[in-house]
Nanobody, 123 residues
Framework: QVQLVESGGGLVQPGGSLRLSCAASGFTLDDYAIGWFRQAPGKEREGISCISSSDGSTYYADSVKGRFTVSRDNAKNTAYLQMNSLKPEDTGVYYC????????????????WGRGTQVTVSS
């Protein structure tokens, strides 16, 4: 069964850090780009980062650029999102998706979204 499972979320104070994981099962991540999305309460799901499969190129939304770092470990079939200098506006449920390329529409079409992991940034 194709599945992505996100983990690593939690409650953190502003300025803190978290590392999210995206573990794949039922398929290997090697050939896929991995995108990270988040959804804040009452808002639409937004794409925030992506890492390609071919050369490891990375992409970030302006809202997280310089603070978040996406990476992958194909041997562990897992991708990561290191989040530093967290702000209250980073609060939301974080999801990962896979596609052939860092294309937003392709990533959003991924058929096996996980439940996400909740990140709450609050003092």
């Amino acid at each position: 069964q194709v599945q992505l499972v996100e983990s690593g979320g939690g409650l953190v104070q502003p300025g803190g850090s978290l590392r999210l994981s995206c573990a794949a099962s039922g398929f290997t991540l090697d050939d896929y780009a991995i995108g990270w999305f988040r959804q804040a309460p009452g808002k639409e799901r937004e794409g925030i980062s992506c890492i390609s499969s071919s050369d490891g190129s990375t992409y970030y939304a302006d809202s997280v650029k310089g603070r978040f770092t996406v990476s992958r470990d194909n041997a562990k079939n897992t991708a990561y999102l290191q989040m530093n200098s967290l702000k209250p506006e980073d609060t939301g449920v974080y999801y990962c998706a896979a596609a052939f390329g860092c294309d937003d529409s392709k990533l959003r079409s991924f058929p096996a979204w996980g439940r996400g992991t909740q990140v709450t940034v609050s003092s």
